[in-house]
Nanobody, 124 residues
Framework: QVQLVESGGGLVQAGGSLRLSCAAS????????MVWFRQAPGKERESVAA????????TYADSMKGRVTISRDNAKNTVYLQMNSLKPSDTAVYYC?????????????????WGQGTQVTVSS
């Protein structure tokens, strides 16, 4: 059974930082591109960042480009999202996802597995 478990969310003031983690189990982690998505209240889910299977390549959506860094540790079956200079508009549930697609298209493709999400709230 595939499980993706996010952690690290919480309440932070505008301008602050958070580091999200996503621990994967039940799959061959290094065979999947990993993607972070987010869904703000009343809005559609949108992609944030994707990383290749080896971690050597990354791509970012315009929404948070320049303020986030995605990384992974295949030895720990974990993917991370470092978020800086957070804004109230970044308030959302953040999800990690695993995709069998090439990382180049993983950002805009439906992934194979989803995590349950972690809430990030940015106060002004």
């Amino acid at each position: 059974q595939v499980q993706l478990v996010e952690s690290g969310g919480g309440l932070v003031q505008a301008g602050g930082s958070l580091r999200l983690s996503c621990a994967a189990s039940g799959l061959t982690f290094s065979s999947y591109a990993m993607v972070w998505f987010r869904q703000a209240p009343g809005k559609e889910r949108e992609s944030v960042a994707a990383i290749s299977r080896t971690g050597s390549s990354t791509t970012y959506a315009d929404s948070m480009k320049g303020r986030v860094t995605i990384s992974r540790d295949n030895a720990k079956n974990t993917v991370y999202l470092q978020m800086n200079s957070l804004k109230p508009s970044d308030t959302a549930v953040y999800y990690c996802a695993a995709s069998t697609r090439h990382w180049v298209v993983a950002l805009t493709s439906r992934p194979d597995y989803w995590g349950q999400g972690t809430q990030v709230t940015v106060s002004s």
